[in-house]
């Protein structure tokens, strides 16, 4: 190659989306013959129309395991006076979360508590506790928290989000700005945003697209079905994109809750999240991968399909295998691989220490490889500012 391959990643990627982190007053049935007896959710929601009082029934009795987080963290200073040398500065930051279980567990994201030295969570009453961070990943910007509380907390139902389909009813809750228990409503727009698409390739997560409002503050909210069921944990909104110039409104993204679910109890049980690990830096075959490839490096692609390696990490599990720069990745065991995306989803069921069977086209010959996946440091990606 004339030409090495790491290079042809950034023009690749120009364009896309940049995301930026948006960092029981129950009512009490009475025998007045005047006031209508209260109706669960689940109910409410079986009905065919849907009203103002269906939304103010669902918020009222899942507001209360809506949560605020606040989290301070020390941050160095250039200069902590004017005549004084470099200091170190006292940060706060705000977010949202939820209680998932009643002995005080809270879900939220990795980057509303990252590198906090002090977590605070509020409730929707003014009760304030000092918060444990359980664990937190990155990848998948998932955190626990836990608070000890004198008595049982009102927890919320965890949804099915593989259910989700575009048109469902959405809503959101949360403290964006710091405005406590706001709350948005809109549709889901789409499901299965692929992250590299989205600007965040090295997030490992299919995000749900919503129109509900989701600011700054609203990362960790639930995003709810009209059911009070959380179906996505709020996490990203699109602002102005730096590389076109095209300001976007109406677009916000969530965490399926069934990853949350899975990475949460991972945490909880080992303290750390394992995530399979190969080793490549990777994109997918199109027509313009294939021109630029021809003009950049004279490698002629013959695949209209496939994952192309672009660099391979040394002293990795591709490292091992041997697998090399302008390969391409055509099948996984017995599962034929198209993209980048099909090949992330596929990692997401296997487990580090698992043998997989790669079938390769190098130089437009097949070949077959043999990878132990390993284990992922969290420090060998870069993650979200």
Not at 260 to 282: C, D, N, T
Request: hydrophobic letters at 40%.
């Amino acid at each position: 190659m004339q030409r090495s391959l790491q290079h042809l990643v950034f023009p690749l990627f120009v364009g896309g989306i940049l995301l930026q982190t948006g960092c029981n007053r129950s009512s009490q049935t009475t025998q007045d013959p005047q006031k209508a007896p209260e109706i669960p959710a689940a109910e409410i929601a079986s009905r065919s129309q849907i009203s103002s009082n269906l939304i103010v029934k669902m918020v009222d009795q899942v507001g209360p395991s809506v949560v605020q987080i606040n989290a301070a963290r020390n941050s160095k200073a250039p200069w902590s006076g004017p005549f004084e040398g470099p200091g170190s500065r006292r940060d706060q930051g705000t977010g949202s979360g939820f209680i998932f279980d009643e002995k005080g567990l809270i879900l939220t994201n990795a980057h509303v508590v990252e590198d906090a030295d002090e977590v605070t969570v509020v409730l929707k009453d003014g009760q304030q506790f000092p918060g444990t961070v359980e664990g937190a990943d990155p990848l998948t910007d998932i955190a626990v928290i836990k608070i000890e509380a004198q008595k049982s907390l009102p927890a919320l139902t965890l949804g099915d989000s593989d259910a989700l389909q575009a048109g469902d009813w959405a809503i959101a809750i949360g403290n964006p700005l710091g405005l406590n228990n706001t709350v948005t409503m809109g549709i889901i727009s789409a499901t299965d945003r692929a992250s590299a698409k989205l600007g965040a390739p090295d997030q490992r997560v299919n995000f749900i697209q919503t129109d509900a409002a989701i600011n700054p503050g609203n990362s960790g909210g639930p995003l709810l079905n009209l059911k009070g069921e959380v179906i996505g944990i709020n996490t990203a909104i699109i602002r102005e994109s730096q590389a076109s110039g095209v300001e976007a409104q109406g677009l916000g993204f969530a965490i399926p809750v069934k990853i949350a679910a899975r990475i949460s109890q991972q945490i909880l049980k080992e303290g750390q999240v394992a995530h399979p690990y190969l080793g490549i830096r990777m994109i997918s075959i199109s027509e313009q991968t294939k021109e630029l490839l021809q003009e950049e490096t004279d490698l002629q692609v013959q695949q209209d399909k496939g994952v192309l390696v672009v660099d391979v990490v040394s002293d990795s599990p591709a490292a091992a295998a041997e697998l090399k720069p302008g390969d391409v990745i055509v099948q996984i065991g017995k599962t034929q691989i198209d993209n980048t995306e099909q090949l992330q989803q596929l990692l997401q069921s296997v487990t580090p220490g698992d043998q997989l069977s790669l079938t390769i086209m190098r130089k437009n010959q097949q070949r077959q490889a043999q990878l132990k996946v390993g284990t992922l440091n969290p420090d060998t990606f870069s993650r979200r500012s």
